[in-house]
């Protein structure tokens, strides 16, 4: 599994599936559960690196500096 790829996937999608999040505990939430959904048989490492690569990427970018609503 290309982890860096599936990071890309992941964030590229963040607007759509965590449209009213700006908490990171929410954030993590919503992106083992968007996980769950479409890479059922990720291993639990790899899913745990996918989070945490995803969750530094989305700060980076600023989207837990913005309000609900914002940045659509």
Do not use: C
């Amino acid at each position: 599994m290309d982890i860096k790829s599936v990071v890309s996937e992941v964030s590229d999608q963040a607007d759509e599936f965590l449209a009213d999040v700006t908490r990171r505990d929410e954030a993590r939430a919503g992106i083992a559960e968007w996980l769950t959904i479409h890479y059922s048989m990720m291993a639990p490492a790899d899913k745990k690196a996918v989070i945490e690569q995803t969750m530094h990427l989305l700060g980076n970018e600023g989207f837990f500096d913005r309000a609900p609503g914002i940045g659509d």
